[in-house]
């Protein structure tokens, strides 16, 4: 059992706005992970993520990426699949050059298509990056957008034809997209074949969407408790389970924290 947890990105309290800076203070805070953000773009070049690779890895800080926003492999357009799949590999490279555990990716819309129809479509999308994923990981993203493709079910399907990609469970948007329910145990029983886990929490504003069904609208403090964060730590410890925690509220370090000391006071130690 290995619990990481750390922020989405560089943390408020950095005294430099630098990816190392940010994973040197992550390390001092006694967080153990950190997610760097590609989400407006792949901006860092080879020859950095390498030298932040060997900061994190002389400070045991496991890394992850966020690819980019824009990413959209079921667009009707085939010059936004195309920049998709750039995007991807680009973000794939900087992953291999620092040594990251996984590439997170928010895949896509349904459009006009319906669940399986867009299923179908990532899976031949997604294939033709196997080449980029020799050295690291592809985690596909739960949504919390009854729009955006990503359910738990979808992204399992993809990751049973596709052995380089592995689901990205985000509590929050799962809360939203079910409009303000979720079972940590039901979630964990879906994906019990995989070793490890990695995942985004925070709480969340949502919008109602129908009965059991709604969209998210942005991320909260985790004291705002939607979704409660105690049964979901209780449920890793019960299941003893190797699982990464990125912390996506809008308190990035102070949120981590808060969330290492519930796993403390339930007698796990980092």
Not at 89 to 112: P, Q
């Amino acid at each position: 059992m290995k619990i990481r947890i750390g922020p989405a990105g560089i943390p408020l309290s950095a005294k430099e706005r630098t990816s190392i800076c940010g994973v040197k203070t992550v390390s001092e805070l006694g967080l153990n992970a950190m997610e760097v953000e590609f989400v407006r773009g792949v901006k860092m070049s080879e020859k950095a993520a390498i030298e932040l690779g060997k900061v994190a890895k002389e400070l045991d800080v496991s890394l992850s990426i966020h690819a980019p926003y824009f990413i959209n492999l079921t667009s009707k357009d085939k010059s936004k699949i195309l920049a998709s799949h750039r995007m991807i590999r680009e973000s794939a490279e900087r992953g291999v050059a620092m040594e990251a555990s996984i590439v997170v990716i928010h895949a896509g819309y349904y459009g006009l298509k319906n669940s399986q129809e867009c299923t179908n479509a990532m899976i031949e999308e997604i294939s033709k990056l196997e080449n980029s994923f020799k050295n690291i990981i592809l985690g596909l993203e739960t949504t919390g957008r009854l729009s955006q493709w990503g359910t738990i079910d979808e992204i399992l399907e993809v990751c049973k034809k596709l052995k380089f990609c592995v689901p990205v469970i985000d509590f929050a948007h799962i809360y939203a997209r079910n409009g303000g329910k979720i079972d940590y145990s039901e979630i964990f029983d879906k994906i019990k074949k995989f070793k490890h886990i990695h995942s985004h929490f925070s709480s969340i504003n949502w919008t109602a969407a129908g009965i059991g069904k709604g969209n998210e609208k942005n991320h909260l403090p985790i004291s705002h408790n939607k979704p409660e964060f105690e049964p979901l730590a209780k449920e890793i410890i019960k299941r003893k389970l190797d699982i990464t925690i990125i912390n996506e509220s809008p308190l990035l370090e102070k949120d981590a924290l808060i969330m290492k000391r519930v796993f403390e006071s339930l007698g796990y130690k980092f």
